[in-house]
């Protein structure tokens, strides 16, 4: 018997979701019929652009701008949405600075402290913002959007998976703190997936595809899929998790 994800009456903000995979992720969101808040931080068109296409298709949207490692940002966009919707019943965390690629000698603190406020603060804000909500209705789901350079740690990432190493250990301290009131915490880590800002007929893009064991590389609708999934009744008992989506290449 097919099982149809539904997730209507449910609302889900998507940070960090003008583009990329953050845009796939809240329409795939929107078309299994949650309320979705498309989040963004400067790409007020392409979030609004995100938006259309989902109304376009039936969906729900709306676009709200707020730095999540700002608190108070966060709280405002909590207070807006409550407004529209009424509260978030899944997080999607998936905002992220820019990553800068360089030897550790090469790094001032600036950039680590970046990495971490992009992956460690802005989890924690919307968490604190977020998870009070979920608590009182006994209901929640949080998704954070990781990497495969956690598990690999190549040279030249030691700020940005030191981010990711933080949001790693939260995640799986937190799924156990939040757990008896229903709400899941999982993260999904992304290989090199193929966005409007990778082009796919690239050298790189080819190389990489040749040592990915499946022969390929992934689409961000293929992470959308995956946190749909987690979003789901169909995950109801798995919290803690942390699921590599890259056609086998890195394993967890």
Request: glycine letters at 8%.
């Amino acid at each position: 018997m097919a099982h149809v994800i539904d997730l209507t009456g449910k609302t889900a903000l998507v940070t960090g979701a003008g583009h990329g995979i953050g845009a796939s992720i809240a329409k795939t969101m929107a078309a299994a019929g949650a309320n979705t808040v498309v989040n963004y931080r400067r790409s007020a068109d392409k979030a609004e652009a995100v938006v259309a296409s989902i109304r376009s298709a039936g969906g729900e949207a709306v676009a709200l701008q707020a730095d999540v490692t700002d608190p108070h940002q966060v709280e405002q966009m909590r207070q807006e949405i409550l407004k529209r919707y009424g509260p978030v019943d899944i997080l999607v965390n998936n905002a992220l600075d820019q990553k800068e690629w360089k030897p550790f000698l090469e790094l001032p603190w600036e950039v680590f402290q970046s990495q971490v406020d992009g992956c460690l603060k802005a989890i924690c804000n919307t968490g604190w913002a977020f998870i009070p909500d979920m608590q009182e209705r006994r209901w929640g789901r949080i998704i954070n959007i990781s990497t495969v350079c956690f598990i690999e740690n190549m040279p030249g990432e030691s700020a940005y998976n030191s981010g990711k190493g933080a949001m790693y250990s939260w995640s799986r301290t937190v799924c156990r703190e939040v757990a008896p009131y229903n709400i899941t915490v999982n993260q999904i880590a992304p290989g090199w997936m193929r966005t409007e800002k990778v082009d796919p007929n690239s050298e790189g893009v080819r190389r990489y595809a040749e040592q990915v064991p499946m022969k390929r590389q992934g689409d961000a609708e293929e992470i959308a899929k995956a946190c749909l999934f987690f979003a789901s009744d169909l995950a109801d008992f798995i919290t803690g998790a942390f699921l590599p989506v890259c056609g086998g290449l890195f394993l967890w």
